[in-house]
Nanobody
Framework: QVELVESGGGLVQAGDSLRLSCAASGRTFAYTMGWFRQAPGKEREFLAAINWSGGNTNSADSVKGRITISRDDAKNTVYLQMNSLKSEDTAVYYC????????????????WGQGTQVTVSS
């Protein structure tokens, strides 16, 4: 069982940077960790994933170049660094976990956090 708690969201200006954190209870070394977001009226969108060792990552084309996913297993924490934020980045951001054997794609996540709101003001 893994419990995930996101933090770091808030109100920022367009062009700003923001780092989100996802603190996990339990040991997450066997899990792939991912970040998603959901804007009002839109479907949930996959952003990025990182494997258990942190050596491999995957990110969506829509945000590639503006985001970086990383993890610190000693702290049981996954991060999402977002740069050059735009108003369209406004959404609730979620972290999630799945067994590493399922790869770095957007599917098969079994544990989810409650989300953290990011609002980008233009």
């Amino acid at each position: 069982q893994v419990e995930l708690v996101e933090s770091g969201g808030g109100l920022v200006q367009a062009g700003d940077s923001l780092r989100l954190s996802c603190a996990a209870s339990g040991r997450t070394f066997a899990y792939t960790m991912g970040w998603f977001r959901q804007a009002p009226g839109k479907e949930r969108e996959f952003l990025a994933a990182i494997n258990w060792s942190g050596g491999n990552t995957n990110s969506a084309d829509s945000v590639k170049g503006r985001i970086t996913i990383s993890r610190d297993d000693a702290k049981n924490t996954v991060y999402l660094q977002m740069n050059s934020l735009k108003s369209e980045d406004t959404a609730v951001y979620y972290c999630a976990a799945k067994w590493s054997s399922y790869g770095l794609g957007p599917d098969d996540y079994i544990y989810w956090g409650q989300g953290t709101q990011v609002t980008v003001s233009s």
